[in-house]
């Protein structure tokens, strides 16, 4: 989210930050790992899987260095330029969204690839999906871009509410969407038996998908139905605190009023952002070859592997 107004307290407790920092670090860690068991395993070196990985490192990278700000820089944090403060604030959610975007395309390509006509024209399906999302990236991205230009002209003070409703509305438009995009992909998936080879080789089951799939679009849509209720001009009930307090929107409020307000605002982002991405990196972290294909190279025996191919030089799981 794009912080309105002094985003971190001053008076944040050193246990807190740590905290924060921690989880995301071992994120960061955890997936610079996979990268490199790639490397070492010898698979696909430049695959839908290697990219996701690299948004993900990124985007822990940069949730981790936010954090960081804590300790020494909060002032710092509060007025930076116009591109870093896009960068810390802005860029985290655009990934996370690209994150989406390139799950869907590979899931559908899997239904077309399951489907028996996608081998004699494969650009059919590609070309569609990769104008669609890429359309719906270029949209997210230039939304976010525009929003927190316009915010630092303001200079967090009297910002117009259409700026944040706009924001809003199109973010969590386009996330709810994707979701329901991929929830669908996966269902075809577990009723297609020939797609579930391809699941099957990946290490998982077609149950341990839908699981996380339903998991990633519940997480989705209530951060966008409660987003939309937070920045709602219809009144709601107070219940003793306000709604942007825990809403990922709640850097509509000064943060620094009280340590309660950090504390909420770190839960929102580990719920709503740090846990999805979880998921996902620990659904298709990289696998182990079976150990036939690393004691022989010479083997001719045809595989199909989901993302982490060892057979990475003859593969057709590309971003091609």
């Known amino acids: 989210p794009i912080p309105v107004g002094p985003s971190y307290l001053p008076k944040a407790t050193f246990g807190l930050t740590v905290a924060y920092i921690v989880l995301y670090a071992l994120l960061f860690l955890f997936i610079y790992a996979q990268l490199w068991l790639i490397l070492y395993y010898k698979h696909k070196r430049l695959s839908y899987q290697t990219v996701f990985l690299f948004l993900c490192l990124f985007w822990s990278g940069l949730r981790t260095t936010l954090f960081s700000f804590y300790f020494q820089n909060c002032v710092l944090a509060n007025n930076l330029s116009t591109f870093p403060y896009w960068l810390l604030y802005c860029c985290p959610v655009c990934l996370q969204f690209i994150t989406l975007c390139l799950l869907n395309m590979y899931f559908a390509q899997v239904v077309f690839k399951a489907k028996g006509k996608y081998a004699s024209n494969p650009s059919r399906y ?106 709602s001009p219809i009144s709601t009930p107070s219940l003793g605190y306000s709604w942007l307090n825990v809403s990922d929107q709640a850097d509509l409020l ?46 001719t025996q045809s595989y199909k592997y989901f993302f982490d191919n060892p057979r990475r030089y003859d593969s057709d799981d590309d971003l091609s």
Do not use: H
């Not at 409703?165 to 996330?175: C, H, Y």
């Not at 990633?216 to 409660?226: F, K």
């Not at 696998?287 to 022989?296: E, F, G, K, T």
């Open 126 to 231: 590609k070309r569609p999906l990769k104008i669609t999302f890429g359309v719906a990236v270029l949209i997210f991205v230039a939304t976010n871009i525009t929003c927190a230009v316009l915010i630092r002209q303001y200079n967090g003070q009297d910002i117009p509410e259409a700026i944040i409703v706009g924001r809003v509305i199109i973010n969590d438009s386009l996330f709810v969407i994707s979701a329901i995009l991929l929830s669908v992909c996966i269902y075809k998936i577990a009723r297609m038996p020939t797609a579930n080879v391809l699941l099957e080789a990946k290490g998982f089951t077609v149950g341990q998908s839908i699981a996380a799939s339903v998991g990633i679009i519940l997480l989705y849509v209530s951060r966008a139905m409660y987003n939309l209720i937070a920045v």
């Open 254 to 299: 000064n943060l620094g009023a009280s340590d309660l307000n950090y504390i909420v605002f770190g839960l929102v982002l580990f719920f709503w952002e740090l846990l999805p991405t979880s998921i996902v990196v620990i659904l298709y972290r990289v696998r182990r070859p079976p150990q036939d294909l690393m004691s022989s190279s010479m083997s």
